[in-house]
């Protein structure tokens, strides 16, 4: 497999606490990579190493064969990284559809979107996003008045109307209920596929990271503790102590 995203020995601290403590870690095309581990141990740090939120003290982020460390976020979103979750982005009080359109405007030439002979062109390039992750119905709702569950999705879709390469994830599945986390996944993971997307997600729900993890990375302390197979790296002892606190 191709290794689309290369950290190499990151580093970062806050006072005297080691966010990033030597993280070396590749993620492949087309790999779907969860991303576990105690609170304070380090995800978001990583996540935000990767997006050009942070920057590390020393390390390098590579996409493909180009050093992303030193890029601006937004350089980063435009070379195919994007990020759902973490921050709600959705403009609560515009629609479903409204949201997705400025994002692929945002993403391309802003001037562009606003002549209005293009939008028709945009209508349908927003629609068929909100159709791959069954959002068509809810393209006219506010979003702000989404239940969590489709909240979450319609955050994806505006993810995605960036055309991203990597999607990292923060808990797609927190806040949603116990049933409808697992039909919110084989969405999220079929609306993947079918765009050749490759995400990384922090999750909590051992139930998910098993089902839906093709790899599963634990952090421990600013560090990667072990990483594998969902079902190998579940039975490691130290994996059980730290995050399952077993
Ligand atoms: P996780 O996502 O695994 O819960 P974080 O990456 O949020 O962990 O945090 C790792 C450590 O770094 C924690 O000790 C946290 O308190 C600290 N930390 C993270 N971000 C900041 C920040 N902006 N300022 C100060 N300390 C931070």
């Given at each position: 497999?191709?290794?689309?995203?290369?950290?190499?020995?990151?580093?970062?601290?806050?006072?005297?606490?080691?966010?990033?403590?030597g993280?070396?870690?590749?993620?492949?095309?087309?790999?779907?990579?969860a991303?576990?581990?105690?609170?304070?141990?380090?995800?978001?740090?990583?996540?935000?190493?990767?997006?050009?939120?942070?920057?590390?003290?020393?390390?390098?982020?590579?996409?493909?064969?180009?050093?992303?460390?030193?890029?601006?976020?937004?350089?980063?979103?435009?070379?195919?990284?994007?990020?759902?979750?973490?921050?709600?982005?959705?403009?609560?009080?515009?629609?479903?559809?409204?949201?997705?359109?400025?994002?692929?405007?945002?993403?391309?030439?802003?001037?562009?979107?606003?002549?209005?002979?293009?939008?028709?062109?945009?209508?349908?390039?927003?629609?068929?996003?909100?159709?791959?992750?069954?959002?068509?119905?809810?393209?006219?709702?506010?979003?702000?008045?989404?239940?969590?569950?489709?909240?979450?999705?319609?955050?994806?879709?505006?993810?995605?109307?960036?055309?991203?390469?990597?999607?990292?994830?923060?808990?797609?599945?927190?806040?949603?209920?116990?049933?409808?986390?697992?039909?919110?996944?084989?969405?999220?993971?079929?609306?993947?596929?079918?765009?050749?997307?490759?995400?990384?997600?922090?999750?909590?729900?051992?139930?998910?990271?098993?089902?839906?993890?093709?790899?599963?990375?634990?952090?421990?302390?600013g560090?990667?503790?072990?990483?594998?197979?969902?079902d190998?790296?579940?039975?490691?002892?130290?994996?059980?102590?730290?995050?399952?606190?077993a």
């Amino acid at each position: 497999m191709k290794p689309l995203l290369k950290a190499e020995g990151l580093e970062v601290s806050f006072g005297g606490v080691k966010a990033a403590d030597g993280v070396n870690l590749t993620i492949h095309e087309g790999e779907f990579v969860a991303i576990i581990g105690p609170n304070g141990s380090g995800k978001t740090t990583f996540l935000n190493l990767c997006t050009g939120y942070l920057r590390p003290s020393s390390g390098t982020v590579w996409l493909e064969d180009r050093k992303i460390t030193a890029m601006a976020p937004r350089l980063i979103a435009r070379k195919g990284i994007a990020r759902a979750f973490q921050i709600p982005q959705l403009f609560t009080d515009h629609t479903v559809i409204e949201n997705v359109m400025l994002a692929l405007a945002a993403h391309r030439n802003i001037w562009e979107a606003l002549t209005p002979l293009n939008r028709p062109a945009y209508v349908e390039e927003a629609m068929e996003l909100l159709e791959l992750l069954g959002l068509e119905e809810h393209a006219k709702t506010i979003a702000g008045t989404l239940p969590e569950g489709l909240r979450k999705l319609a955050d994806v879709t505006v993810a995605m109307a960036l055309r991203p390469r990597l999607l990292l994830l923060d808990e797609p599945t927190s806040g949603v209920s116990a049933l409808e986390r697992f039909p919110l996944m084989d969405t999220l993971m079929k609306a993947m596929r079918a765009q050749n997307i490759t995400a990384l997600f922090v999750e909590h729900d051992m139930e998910i990271v098993e089902k839906y993890a093709d790899r599963v990375v634990v952090w421990d302390s600013g560090q990667v503790m072990a990483e594998g197979r969902p079902d190998t790296v579940m039975k490691d002892p130290r994996v059980l102590k730290s995050v399952v606190g077993a």
